[in-house]
């Protein structure tokens, strides 16, 4: 196995959900950090729902805290910093951010040899961080991709803006699934149909909204399931991390859905990851038992 000296590495078994991306350090008004990023939400959810769950990302020493994703193995290649956000919202719930610091990217040798075959690979950049040479490295069952990291324009010290697509072409053939919110598409609905004429399934995220899949040919709403929010940060990526999760298990797309809208309302009702209960539970929230 190749590593960078100093990696923190999880214990090597078989992985089930594999995430690769940057866990970021997210500021609170107080400057308090906690971990966050896409691949710290999804990995959360798909270690609750019982899958053998793992994290490749680059970070300062010390960074996420040890303790702070149960039931994940993590495998921290040591960067000179870690991506790090300053976040705020609005009364209405809108995020606004600010990009303080970014660790360097992945290497396609930073993925263990042990997890280079899983059931799902969830691709989950934040700022441009996956190239198609680490996600290369990879086989997996099933592919997820949440394309965030690469439609927005994130320069440090200025404010998080919507940039035009730019997934690499290599990654996006390779896709099973693909999960992004209306911001992420800058309200450029054009894209939609030609995303949905590439990849299975396709759904964009609108909150409380609901959602918007399309697959077979159909385009298909998905309310949001009832929930009192107190942090939305996170909701898009549980709901990714459950849809592409029930997908891998050969559930069919609406059923995924219904249980993936569940998961999200469980991730706004608290802060940080949300920590959920057993599948019966959030099936009955969905409305499916």
């Known amino acids: 196995m190749t590593r960078a000296p100093g990696a923190r590495t999880g214990p090597a078994a078989g992985v089930d959900y594999l995430a690769l991306g940057h866990v970021t350090a997210d500021l609170d008004d107080d400057g308090v950090a906690t971990p966050g990023g896409a691949v710290t939400y999804a990995s ?107 439609l927005r324009d994130a320069l440090i010290g200025a404010p998080v803006r919507p940039q035009p697509w730019r997934v690499p072409d290599e990654i996006l053939a390779r896709a099973d699934a693909v999960v992004l919110s209306d911001e992420d598409l800058a309200h450029d609905e054009a894209r939609i149909p030609w995303l949905a004429d590439r990849v299975a399934v396709v759904v964009v995220t609108r909150g409380i909204r609901g959602a918007q899949a399309f697959f077979g040919g159909r385009s298909v709403f998905q309310p949001a399931v009832s929930a009192v929010a107190s942090h939305p940060t996170g909701a898009g990526d549980s709901f990714a991390a459950a849809l592409f999760t029930r997908l891998w298990e050969r559930a069919d797309a609406p059923s995924a859905l219904c249980f993936a809208a569940a998961v999200a309302a469980y991730a706004v009702e608290g802060p940080g990851p949300a920590r959920l209960p057993d599948r019966d539970r959030i099936a009955r929230r969905a409305g499916l038992l």
């Open 44 to 150: 959360a959810v798909a270690a609750d729902l019982g899958l053998r769950t793992a994290v490749v990302t680059r970070a300062r020493a010390g960074f996420p805290p040890e303790g702070s994703l149960p039931g994940v193995s993590l495998h921290v290649v040591p960067a000179e910093a870690t991506t790090t956000f300053r976040n705020r919202y609005d009364a209405e719930g809108r995020r606004s951010q600010e990009l303080l610091s970014v660790a360097s990217p992945l290497e396609a040798d930073d993925v263990p040899t042990a997890w280079r075959h899983v059931g799902v690979l969830h691709v989950a950049p934040v700022v441009h961080e996956v190239s198609p040479d680490v996600v290369a490295r990879v086989d997996a069952d099933f592919v997820g991709l949440t394309p965030q990291g690469w």
